[in-house]
């Protein structure tokens, strides 16, 4: 297994034990594929939920550039669904996580199909 396959592995684990849901493996895959060589960057890797300025670019180059949703879809109130979700005390919130589960909360998987 290469690098990859151990972080998804890693994300697996952190949706089944620490977000309570069972991850669709093959979902998983393609949005950690989606996140590019970020999820290699220790800082990149993770999202800072606390952080304004994080917030605004998961909405903005996430949500509403990959996935197609508008301003008015309550972007804020479903990041912080997912924050909350991962648990706001959880250091490493992986930006792959987060996305899979704002995928999943939108709909949006057949934008990895």
């Known amino acids: 297994m290469g690098k ?3 972080l998804i592995v890693q994300y697996a684990d952190d ?3 620490k977000c309570g849901m069972t991850p669709d493996m093959d979902l998983l895959t393609k949005v950690t594929i989606g996140c590019g060589p970020s999820i290699y960057n220790a800082d990149a890797s993770t999202v800072a939920g606390s952080q304004p ?3 605004e670019t998961v909405k903005n180059n996430f949500l509403i550039k990959k ?3 508008s ?3 309550d972007l804020d109130g479903a990041i912080a669904k997912a924050i909350e979700t991962y648990g706001k005390s959880e250091r490493n919130k ?3 996580v987060v996305y899979y589960m704002l995928t999943k909360h939108f709909g949006k998987e057949s934008v990895y199909g």
Do not use: M, V
């Open 15 to 17: 949706l089944k034990n």
């Open 67 to 69: 996935l197609g949703l």
């Open 94 to 96: 992986y930006r792959a």
């Open 53 to 55: 300025a994080e917030i």
């Open 71 to 73: 301003a008015s879809d």
């Open 4 to 6: 990859r396959d151990d």
